[in-house]
């Protein structure tokens, strides 16, 4: 039964790997075309395929789950389509033992879609932004485009960028009195943490007052504040760029500020379910192969794991933000399509028993 279930996941896990390599490759030919309309200045096509390339683990990770679901369509077809599933049936082989046997190597793409998401993707998708935001020359002026927000206090934060090392750069913080009129604005091109505080450099204050606005400078500055490195490290990314552990952690942080922390909270769950997200769409696969799918082309087969994959993203895609919307718990948005994917596969299955 070992060599069987051996030749049942070598089978498998070739098929997902084609497929993988396959929506890979169409994704980064997007990618490039994609970031050719962005060339300009110093950002040049060799930066283009270098921000790609730091990309690519966010992509390997973004297309595990749909890879899984037309790769076990294809590799089960295959068997199917040459009676050795038939065989295998006839020989006493039952549903769930061929359903674990294609699991096992499954297991590894989940633990490498972990891996990924939690020490891997926080770190390139940053070197990316940052290496791209440097070509552009955006660390150097007073950006709105690129970087991110943060209330602390009675200020509004804009920063443009946090390297790995824990520097800031293009730091602009704006303080409003209390009806809301601009007072202050204080630019600093570079932040560094000193343990409690942090030292800016090359800093502009402009003070407005009725009459007048007052500019003033100064080599160095302190900046005293309860943020530590580790939270802007957390806002400089997008969510779908922090590992789950960032997320919960920084979800917490906005729930203590009275901040919405819906979307933190939605992707947290999205990447600590994302196993059952590729579970879910192998018993699918499974059960389509065993079920309406057992004597078609593999056409057909790719065909429709790419509109059930599809199926399975849009419903999650509205789910999130309507979550979002009416208010009720991300946890329910992300785990009610795999729901649904378990009782359709589920249900196939005991009809093809």
Not at 84 to 110: D, F, H, N, Y
Not at 235 to 243: E, I, T
Request: contains cysteine.
């Amino acid at each position: 039964m070992r060599r069987l279930d051996s030749y049942i996941g070598r089978t498998v896990a070739l098929a997902v790997a084609a497929v993988l390599m396959v929506i890979l490759g169409l994704d980064v030919i997007f990618a490039i075309v994609d970031q050719l309309g962005e060339l300009e200045g110093s950002y040049q096509f060799v930066n283009a395929l270098e921000y790609v390339a730091w990309t690519l683990p966010d992509r390997v990770y973004s297309q595990l789950g749909f890879s899984a679901l037309v790769g076990c369509m294809v590799g089960l077809g295959t068997l199917a389509g040459t009676s050795e599933l038939t065989v295998m049936r006839a020989s006493g082989v039952s549903i769930g033992r061929i359903a674990w046997a294609v699991m096992k190597p499954l297991i590894l793409l989940i633990a490498l879609g972990m891996i990924l998401a939690e020490f891997v993707i926080p770190q390139t998708n940053q070197e990316a932004e940052n290496r791209k935001s440097i070509a552009l020359g955006e660390l150097e002026a007073v950006g709105l485009k690129h970087g991110l927000w943060l209330k602390e206090g009675g200020e509004f934060v804009h920063f443009n960028a946090a390297l790995p090392s824990g520097e800031l750069f293009g730091i602009t913080r704006y303080r409003f009195d209390n009806e809301r009129q601009l007072k202050r604005v204080i630019f600093s091109e570079r932040g560094r943490y000193t343990g409690d505080q942090w030292a800016l450099e090359s800093s502009r204050a402009t003070t407005f007052t009725p009459e007048r606005a007052e500019s003033t400078e100064a080599a160095e500055s302190i900046w005293h504040t309860d943020i530590s490195p580790e939270v802007f490290s957390l806002v400089v990314p997008l969510p779908s760029d922090l590992s789950t552990r960032n997320l919960w952690s920084y979800g917490q942080f906005l729930d203590r500020k009275g901040e919405d922390s819906g979307r933190y909270w939605l992707e947290f769950w999205k990447k600590l379910l994302q196993p059952l997200t590729i579970a879910s769409l192998v018993m699918v696969a499974i059960s389509f192969i065993f079920g309406p799918l057992r004597e078609v082309t593999t056409g057909l087969r790719v065909f429709t794991g790419v509109i059930v994959g599809i199926v399975f993203q849009t419903v999650q895609d509205m789910l999130g933000p309507s979550s979002l919307v009416f208010g009720f718990p991300p946890f329910i948005a992300v785990l009610l399509p795999i729901l649904m994917c378990f009782a359709v596969g589920w249900w196939l299955l005991r009809r093809a028993r």
